[in-house]
């Protein structure tokens, strides 16, 4: 987990800024299409940041968002502005940015991030155009009625085509090409003139000052010594140091012991007003008592109504994470814990599984925020684990009309089932023209249905599909980036559920089915899931005294076999000829004696061994890959 930065040392700022002087905004994009190097442009020439402190990606704060170079968490910052145009000194604007992932499995974040503002910089790069991403975070502002401010990023590059993506990005906000902002993050040129846009742009935000206390929470972390660190921004009334505040939703009260603004380090204040983005430290160490989306207030003066709370999102991906040192339990409870007040799309329950042990069964937004989950995990809490294979969730209605929800292949039922019904998406694909042919085959291939296609320009399309979810959450990504060498984009939303066709794989060891290794797969794809399991732990499986079948099955139905062959002692060594029936007596006697080990033995099936079988080829590098669409 992230601890807070330290806190500046430029002391208490001044009482709160009127509401006419502040502009909320976010900056929404695609991914690598130079958000975060814009955003550090804009603390530079604002003068938030220095030039001796400053670094590339500046608000990425996490080791793993550095190495990956994607954003995970929203960051929010405070940076003054006077704009051009005869300002008077002492009254410059107070811009609030908020810095959003571009990824579909951080989608959740840039919605909170939206909530907290009244505008929007829609980025595109100017070389590679408008992409899935650009047109699912643009639908998400104009639910909220954001303004958006439409800007082209890198025009510094060689490969730049800004009039072309001008034209496009015009028509998809409804403007003129010439009032889209031209800009490089990486220069800086621009950048002055796209904060004077949003100065004049960009509506203040609107409240009242004298109205009991509203203040939404958008965000939280925990912090080893100060506990939760809750982000607000303020809606009505006023918020001041040492006075008593309530959740509204679960009407606990703490004392309000520290109150500020990130600037882009932590600063206390006197107080946060209307419109207002900051942070608010109550020393509790609980972190469930800071829920996203709760409404602070006063506790002597509380308000009458919460502000509009976020939807919770729902899980699309589900799998187990075991501690691979079963003492390590308490250790991940407390760590998911933590990492749930970060990360509100994160849901988990306890489970246990007779190959694994006790662990937690956990719900994602996608394969990357599984990644990228087990991996915080691992180094904020130095914990080893496995995670199972992902799955998603099933409605199985049995012919006894009882009506079984699966996340789990192991709670699959047993007994005759009437209709499977999976999740489905609906998925946008843009793609350079050439490959239209490419993409319907591996749409097709994964069950796809074509609802539509539409040419953006001459030489891009958006392709939309319907999709079954457990085709899309393993390889889909990998896939279309290889076929179309790297020029596709793709976005998907849930879209309700159909029924399919859908069988439980078990594997079985020696006649014992191991739950970590069965799988919910589409019957015609049920003997190549069967053939490649089977084989995987035919070369991982150790080699015991006596051979171990490894097979896979379909209920009863062996559809796949594999054998460990056995460890075998050379009994005829000292046989040097003579008698064939000695020899024949000797061998014998050898497979009695391994019939009955076989009857008494269990199969013990090392941890590297479920690691490995668990982890598919492209399990690690997969994230990575759909991270840096």
Known sequence: MPALPPRSDAGVTPAATPPERIRNFCIIAHIDHGKSTLADRMLQITGVVDERAMRAQYLD?????????????????????????????????????????????????????LAACEGAVLLVDAAQGIEAQTLANLYLAMEDDLVIVPVLNKIDLPAAQPDKHAEELASLVGCDPDDVLRVSGKTG??????????????????????????AMIFD????????????????????????????????????????????????????????????????????????????????????????????????????????????????????????????????YEPETSAALGFGFRCGFLGLLHLEITRDRLEREFDLDLISTAPSVVYEV?????????????????????????????????????????????????????????DYLSEDRVEMRYRLPMAEIVFDFFDQLKSRTRGYASFDYDLDGDQVADLVKVDILLQGEAVDAFSAIVHRDKAYAYGVMMAGKLKELIPRQQFEVPVQAAIGARVIARETVRAIRKDVLAKCYGGDITRKRKLLEKQKEGKKRMKMVGRVEVPQEAFIAALSTDSGADRGEKAGRR
């Open 189 to 214: 040129v621009g950048v002055p003139e796209l904060l004077d846009r949003i100065v004049a742009a960009v509506p203040a935000p609107v409240g009242d000052p004298d109205a009991p206390a509203r």
């Open 61 to 113: 704060r996490m080791d793993i968002e550095r190495e990956r170079g994607i954003t995970i968490k929203s960051q929010a910052v405070r940076m003054p502005w006077a704009p051009s145009g005869g300002e008077r000194a002492g009254t410059a604007h107070a811009l609030n940015m908020i810095d959003t992932p571009g990824h579909v499995d951080f989608t959740y974040e840039v919605s909170r991030s």
């Open 220 to 347: 939280s972390v925990y912090d080893t010594y100060r506990g939760v660190v809750t982000y607000v921004r303020v809606v009505d009334g006023r918020l001041s140091p040492r006075e008593r505040i309530a959740m509204m939703s679960t009407r606990a009260t703490h004392e309000l012991l520290e109150i500020g603004v990130i600037s882009p380090e932590p600063v206390p204040s006197a107080g946060l007003g209307v419109g207002e983005v900051g942070y608010l430290i109550t020393g509790v160490k609980d972190v469930r008592q800071s829920r996203v989306g709760d409404t602070v207030t006063n506790a002597a003066r509380p308000a009458a109504e919460p502000v509009g709370a976020y939807e919770d999102p729902k899980p699309m991906v589900f799998s187990g994470l075991y501690p691979i040192d079963g003492s390590d339990y308490p250790v991940l409870r407390d760590a998911l814990d933590r990492l749930k007040l970060n990360d509100a799309a994160l849901a």
């Open 397 to 453: 209605t049995l012919d006894d009309g009882r009506r079984v929800t699966v996340t789990n292949p192991s709670e699959y039922p047993t007994g005759k089932v009437a209709e499977v019904r999976e999740p489905v998406v609906r998925a946008t694909v843009l793609t350079p023209s050439e490959f239209i042919g490419t993409v319907m085959e591996l749409c097709q291939s994964r069950r796809g249905e074509l609802l539509g296609m």
